[in-house]
């Protein structure tokens, strides 16, 4: 119960500091680091698949990406901009934060054997998943073949953050010729 207190504070002061960096270089890496941190979230709660692809997308692939687009775009952000940027961001994660606080309110507890997903699911997934789908790695089956439109979706997500990059570099290139 230590560690996800400490975590979560670290994730808290990372957000935090994400906001009040004077370079966008530097709020990229604290993003990425928060991708690491969130990485051991999910290691310390068990959900390894989730941590792999964490660390896979979110610590090195989007802060890649990040990286590239700054190298790329440059950073020519007017002062007054930049203020209004601050304060929009700043509301906007506000009222997430306090979303995901109302919303959690009634999350079981870690490893409560009540919990819906102990008494519905994970029985379900565990009996009936080779005979239903016929694929022995429980865990394949339940990505390909239960979740298999959420798969679809995370990946959709991913080609979507993909071609933004290159258009936004595309379109650099084209304000470069001019």
Same mark, same amino acid.
């Given at each position: 119960?230590?560690?996800?207190?400490?975590?979560?504070?670290?994730?808290?002061?990372?957000?935090?500091?994400?906001?009040?960096?004077?370079? !966008?270089?530097?709020?990229?890496?604290?993003?990425?680091?928060?991708?690491? =941190?969130?990485?051991?979230?999910?290691?310390?709660?068990?959900?390894?698949?989730?941590?792999?692809?964490?660390?896979?997308?979110? +610590?090195?692939?989007?802060? !890649? =990406?990040?990286?590239?687009?700054?190298?790329?775009?440059?950073?020519?952000?007017?002062?007054?901009?930049?203020?209004? !940027? #601050?304060? =929009?961001?700043?509301?906007?994660?506000?009222?997430?934060?306090?979303?995901?606080?109302?919303?959690?309110?009634?999350?079981? !507890?870690?490893?409560?054997?009540?919990?819906? =997903? $102990?008494?519905?699911?994970?029985? $379900?997934? +565990?009996?009936?998943? #080779?005979?239903?789908?016929?694929?022995?790695?429980?865990?394949?089956?339940?990505?390909?073949? #239960?979740?298999?439109?959420?798969?679809?979706?995370?990946?959709? +997500?991913?080609?979507?953050?993909?071609?933004?990059?290159?258009?936004?570099?595309?379109?650099?290139?084209? $304000?470069?010729?001019?």
């Amino acid at each position: 119960m230590t560690i996800n207190f400490i975590l979560c504070n670290m994730l808290i002061v990372i957000a935090i500091l994400v906001f009040i960096q004077k370079s !966008l270089l530097n709020s990229v890496l604290m993003l990425g680091l928060f991708s690491l =941190i969130m990485t051991l979230c999910y290691i310390n709660f068990g959900a390894l698949d989730v941590a792999i692809t964490e660390a896979a997308v979110g +610590v090195a692939i989007s802060t !890649l =990406i990040f990286l590239a687009v700054i190298k790329v775009v440059g950073v020519n952000i007017e002062t007054n901009n930049r203020k209004l !940027l #601050y304060y =929009i961001t700043a509301i906007i994660s506000s009222v997430v934060i306090l979303f995901l606080i109302f919303i959690n309110i009634d999350t079981p !507890l870690l490893g409560d054997i009540l919990s819906p =997903i $102990h008494s519905l699911s994970a029985n $379900h997934y +565990v009996s009936e998943s #080779y005979k239903e789908i016929g694929i022995p790695n429980m865990v394949t089956a339940i990505l390909a073949s #239960y979740r298999g439109f959420d798969t679809l979706g995370e990946v959709f +997500v991913i080609f979507t953050a993909g071609i933004s990059v290159f258009y936004i570099i595309k379109m650099k290139d084209k $304000h470069d010729e001019k």
